[in-house]
């Protein structure tokens, strides 16, 4: 069986590197916010949590608009998925049931 064909880049790889670097480090610093109010180290979680649900839906929008500027075809925007990430831990599905 032959492997599917790579993706097709609008723009240089090493400028899809660096860009997709750049919004994993974002996606990053989201969590570690959440992560931290999840240790209760000086942070009203309730606020926090509405704050990273926002934060997480722009992170999400911006990487879809990301790949559709990066890639002909946005077979990988599709492989991303939905931004909707569950607060399991809480048994919340997000802002609005708080």
Do not use: C
């Not at 991303?80 to 708080?98: C, H, N």
């Amino acid at each position: 069986m032959t492997a599917p064909p790579l993706p097709t880049l609008l723009v240089s790889q090493a400028e899809t590197n660096e860009k997709i670097l750049a919004q994993i480090d974002r996606g990053l610093a989201i969590t570690e916010t959440l992560e931290a109010a999840l240790s209760g180290f000086g942070f009203a979680q309730d606020t926090v949590f509405v704050k990273v649900w926002m934060e997480q839906e722009k992170w999400a929008n911006f990487t879809l608009d990301l790949l559709s500027h990066l890639f002909v075809d946005l077979p990988i925007g599709r492989e991303f998925g939905s931004w909707e990430v569950p607060y399991s831990a809480l048994d919340q599905t997000g802002p609005d049931s708080y």
